[in-house]
């Protein structure tokens, strides 16, 4: 198949970074309008790690090649597209491989997560059916919460729940739940202040 038979998608969101302005909200409607068949070629002046997890609760596996000091490129491509998760599994195996997104060795280092503030409850000695993570994001500038948030889904089994405590009720957030199918409950704080407890689906 010749590189004519691929629709890429392009966005290069380093203007909007350049002018401090938040390109999240571009980049899932752009995903939001991909076909399966489409490949996604994001440009930005980072690794977007935290984009890599949730577009992986997608369906999206990538690749990530640093171009400059200041600029990488990371390709998506769906689970659906066969022709071109082959192509991007050819690129990755050409790729230096620290470039690549690694996952968690287990399930308990993943719950145990990276994002900072995250505990693990454990009650007594018993063994835990599923962790509970407790995310504090107030303070935080959007869409910080909600990567932060969705990263550490990303890496829990299904059944465990993760506690956030939020400036606000995070409506994106809360749209991207649904989509996602993860059960909710929301409570609002006397302070303005919003606590959500989510479980992994």
């Known amino acids: 198949m010749s590189p004519t038979d691929v629709n890429i998608v392009e966005l290069d969101v380093r203007p909007h970074l350049s002018k401090k302005l938040e390109p ?66 050819a690129q990755q195996l050409e790729n230096d491989e620290s470039t690549l997104d690694v996952s968690p060795v287990t399930d308990e280092e993943a719950c145990q997560g990276r994002p900072e503030g995250v505990t693990v409850a454990v009650e007594g000695d018993e063994q835990p059916k599923a962790a509970t ?11 910080q919460p909600m990567m932060r948030t969705l990263a550490a889904l990303e890496r829990c089994k299904p059944g465990d729940v993760v506690l956030i405590h939020n400036d606000r ?30 479980e992994k689906g």
């Open 24 to 89: 999240f909200q571009l980049i899932m409607d752009t995903v939001k309008g991909l076909h399966p068949e489409d490949v996604f070629v994001l440009h930005a002046p980072f690794k977007p790690t935290p984009l890599l997890g949730i577009l992986k609760l997608k369906g999206y596996s990538n690749s990530s090649e640093r171009m400059s000091s200041d600029h990488w490129v990371t390709t998506f491509i769906h689970k659906k597209n066969k022709k071109g998760a082959k192509a991007l599994s």
């Open 169 to 198: 009720v995070p409506v994106f957030l809360i749209e991207e739940l649904n989509n996602l199918g993860c059960p909710y409950t929301v409570e609002d704080q006397a302070d303005g202040t919003a606590k959500v407890r989510i």
């Open 133 to 143: 993570i407790m995310l504090d994001n107030r303070g935080l500038e959007p869409p």
